[in-house]
Structures are given as structure tokens and as C-alpha cells.
Nanobody, 129 residues
Framework: QVQLIESGGGLVQAGGSLRLSCNAS????????MGWFRQAPGKEREIVAA????????YQSDSVKGRFTISRDNAKSTVYLQMNSLKPEDTAVYYC??????????????????????WGQGTQVTVSS
């Protein structure tokens, strides 16, 4: 498992931008597909974006496609979520997660919550209208 620490959340007006960062401990970060999830009050935790081990393949959910971008820097053991054109409905606690198993595939990332084995503590993002 890896230890994950998120940063970069905060309060922003609608239309604004934020960049979330997630720093991982451990020397095998580059072997884990990574994901960003979010959970709004009273709602299930949902996947927002995912990225393969080398960063060549990414996924964004329909609700954020075209506005959010996931990326990673394996040399820094960090994964990012750039969030642009934020909307009030993006308000949630955002969690960084590492896949439950390492992968040698450059094109793989899981999409289901149960496929992730390590989680950060979460960072609050609040978008005001």
C-alpha cells in the first residue's frame, strides 16, 4: 500500500479553477494506477478521473469531461487534478486513491471504488454561485 496526502482544496467562485495535488509515499508509486473520487453530502462516492501508471491513458467522468484534467509526475510521486470552469455542483470532498494492485500495463486503470486499496484523507472543494 501507499500513503496518500491531498492538498489544494478550498473555496472558489463558479467559473474558477483549482489544482489538487496528491503526494504518495513509497518507491513503487509509478506502478499504481491512480484515481480521484469525490463525495458530496448525502451522495455516494464517485470516480471523477483515473490515470494509468505512465500517464498515457486517462479517464474523466461525463460530469467533468472537458473541465478537469488528471496528470501525474512519477519522479515526484504526485498525481494532480486540474479543475477548470468549476460549478457549484462540483462541491464535495475530493479523495485521491491508488489502485489495490500494481500494474505493468501502460493502458490500465480501474474505475470501481472497490478496486482501489489506498485512500487519502480527502480535501474539501467548495464552489460558490
Amino acid at each position: 500500500q501507499v500513503q496518500l496526502i491531498e492538498s489544494g482544496g478550498g473555496l472558489v467562485q463558479a467559473g474558477g479553477s483549482l489544482r489538487l495535488s496528491c503526494n504518495a509515499s513509497g518507491r513503487t508509486f509509478s506502478m499504481y494506477p491512480m484515481g480521484w473520487f469525490r463525495q458530496a453530502p448525502g451522495k455516494e462516492r464517485e470516480i471523477v478521473a483515473a490515470i494509468s501508471t505512465r500517464g498515457g491513458t486517462t479517464y474523466q467522468s461525463d460530469s467533468v469531461k472537458g473541465r478537469f484534467t488528471i496528470s501525474r509526475d512519477n519522479a515526484k510521486s504526485t498525481v494532480y487534478l486540474q479543475m477548470n470552469s468549476l460549478k457549484p455542483e462540483d462541491t464535495a470532498v475530493y479523495y485521491c486513491a491508488a489502485a489495490a494492485r500494481t500494474s505493468y500495463s501502460s493502458n490500465y486503470f480501474p474505475l470501481q471504488r472497490y478496486e482501489y486499496g489506498s485512500w487519502g484523507q480527502g480535501t474539501q472543494v467548495t464552489v460558490s454561485s
